[in-house]
């Protein structure tokens, strides 16, 4: 009965993209919604669906702008994800203008963030076109190539484009972190935009699970000293999060 259950639910999942919890209950009047977010529980470590907050969407909903590649980096390490987006979503104020990477946990974000007025740069194809759901947020999208595995896009003339706009401040992740080589991530042309990107906002929030901690990627963009607030997991280890504090960095 519940395996029958899971079922059904990913399938309607499949067939309408994304539900609301209170949705998932007129479907299913005689579960409980605690059972329900255990079956959607089921479904994520399955592989099957993306948790959001209040519901969750279907995997071949992601798929459809995204790619194979980026959607499987959405169900990695989802929680952590989750927890960041929510604490960054809580820091966004009415009228700012911001810049937002094309990273999984900015699509996240993309998802919590409240639909109030504010401009938003980003790099990121699938964050786009999540935020392109909200009515009142005012989207712009920064051209160049496509990076295929994480539907970002980046160019060599990005430090003539972002001489001509204005954004508070930069919300951006990195795939890899080390004391000694800074935030790192895999393409040189992204590298390149990113250390634009900072040195344009007056603020930058760092974004970064636990999960990267102690990786190396092939190019840094980034050190400790360039960033003003580091957003991670409860399983951020507590001798890192004093290194960062010790720079007077907000660690959050």
Known sequence: M???RIEEIAEILDKRGRMTLEQLEEVFPNVSQMTLRRDLFQLEEDGRII?????????????????????KKTTINTDAKIVIAQKVAGLIDEGVSIFLDGGTTAMYLSKEMADTKCNVFTNGIAVAMELAQKKNINITVVGGQLMKDNLSTASPASKDYFELTNFEIAIVSATAFTPEQGFSCNSQIESDLLKNVFRKARQVFMMLDS?????????????????????????????????FESKNIVVM
């Open 211 to 243: 999960s990267k901690i102690g990786k190396i990627n092939p190019y840094t963009f980034a050190h400790i000293e360039d960033i003003d607030v580091l957003i991670t997991d409860d399983h951020f280890p507590k001798e890192y999060k004093e290194l």
């Open 51 to 71: 948790r959001i907050r209040g519901g969750a969407m279907s995997v071949k909903e992601v798929q459809k702008v995204s790619g194979e590649e980026y959607t």
């Open 2 to 4: 519940k395996r029958e």
